[in-house]
């Protein structure tokens, strides 16, 4: 029922950063769970990291690497990833949909999605 589109991916080497951004999501904030996903060749989607409210939950092997946060007017959900490895390329997509009282790494609950922005990461 959203728009959203992701920005901000690229390649790196090993060790760098990057800052994914996902606008279109201000309209869609209420009851609502946000999130990241990606999906490497070969691989199944897999959920990276997603807020509810203040609440977060990561992927284990991201954490303490990656941080979902959103803008002061909430319109723009952000995932700033640091110290990246070759391990996270993958496609990655910003999602959002109406969930229960946690915020969820599950692609269920999520009906909109956005195009993918390409993250390479190279050894």
């Known amino acids: 029922q959203v728009r959203l589109v992701e920005s901000g991916g690229g390649s790196v080497q090993a060790g760098g950063s990057l800052r994914l951004s996902c606008a279109g999501v201000?309209?869609?904030?209420?009851?609502?769970?946000f999130g990241w996903f990606r999906q490497a060749l070969g691989k199944e989607r897999e959920g990276v990291a997603s807020?509810?409210?203040?609440?977060?939950r990561y992927l284990d092997s991201v954490k303490g690497r990656f941080t979902i946060s959103r803008d002061s007017a909430e319109s723009t959900l952000f995932l700033q990833m640091n110290s990246l490895k070759p391990e996270d390329t993958a496609m990655y997509y910003c999602?959002?949909?109406?969930?229960?009282?946690?915020?969820?790494?599950?692609?269920?609950?999520?009906?909109?999605w956005g195009q993918g922005t390409q993250v390479t990461v190279s050894s």
């Open positions: 999602a959002a949909g109406p969930c229960g009282s946690y915020p969820t790494l599950r692609s269920y609950p999520y009906t909109s």
């Open positions: 201000g309209s869609t904030y209420d009851n609502f769970c």
């Open positions: 807020i509810r409210s203040s609440s977060t």
